[in-house]
């Protein structure tokens, strides 16, 4: 079971997402805007959130913004809004996922369990998966990343994308690859999504940045000697 937040404006559409997430046995708790989603995250640890974009006090990208400030939760964003550049913003923000409405609850919910698959607690069988690369380690269970014993910030989807990497060393990885495996179920967007992200990551590494190697009209690769 995992434990939900649900921020919509809309009662309607938190009482559809309830029906469907405790059908599925889910816990949610509920925000009427984005101000009140932000203080149930400090008061409370969530395993995902649902934020609505256009919300009063506090808008989503906004309150996504202020949740990112000391969380790395899943969010998944849920607008009426289905231009491109908001999609764009979302993800470049740190969002997992992007919701268009009117949408299926069905579809909302196969969203959910996708982003809880990818980012869940790691089983049993990897408790150990830690790498380290000279000055670099990486802590896969642990979601943590040390650049020569300093601690690194990442956003989420920024550390799925360097353990997929990780995970997959040396391995030749192509864009609609990392697309389909990292950011997953029917992700709306293009190959610029994996480059910005790559750009950050890179940035993030630095003396170690030169192990994420492009592969030019391919993708990129994780490259150890």
């Not at 809309?10 to 889910?26: L, S």
């Not at 179920?185 to 910005?196: A, V």
């Amino acid at each position: 079971m995992a434990k939900l937040l649900i921020a919509d404006d809309e009662a309607n559409i938190r009482e559809v997402v309830r029906e469907y997430a405790e059908f599925g046995g889910h816990e949610l708790d509920e925000a009427g805007d984005g101000m009140e989603a932000v203080s149930m995250c400090r008061e409370k640890q969530y395993d995902l959130i649902i934020l609505d974009i256009m919300m009063p006090k506090l808008d989503g990208f906004s309150a996504c913004k202020e949740i990112r400030k000391s969380s790395n939760v899943p969010i998944i964003m849920m607008s009426a809004r289905s231009e491109e550049y908001d999609k764009l913003f979302g993800f470049e923000l740190g969002i997992d996922d992007y919701v268009t409405k009117p949408f299926s609850p069905k579809e909302l919910m196969a969203r959910v369990q996708a982003v809880l698959a990818r980012t869940g607690a790691p089983k049993e069988e990897n408790a150990s998966e830690t790498m380290v690369f000279d000055g670099l380690e990486i802590d896969i269970p642990g979601r943590s990343v040390s650049v020569d014993g300093a601690k690194i910030d990442l956003t989420p989807k920024e550390y799925d994308l360097l353990f997929y990497l990780v995970r997959n060393k040396n391995l030749a990885l192509s864009r609609n690859q990392l697309l389909q495996d990292v950011w997953g179920y029917d992700f709306f967007g293009d190959d610029r999504t994996i480059d910005t992200h790559i750009k950050n990551l890179r940035n993030n590494l630095g003396p170690y940045r030169d192990m994420i190697v492009t592969l030019r009209g391919v993708g990129y690769k994780f490259e150890t000697k």
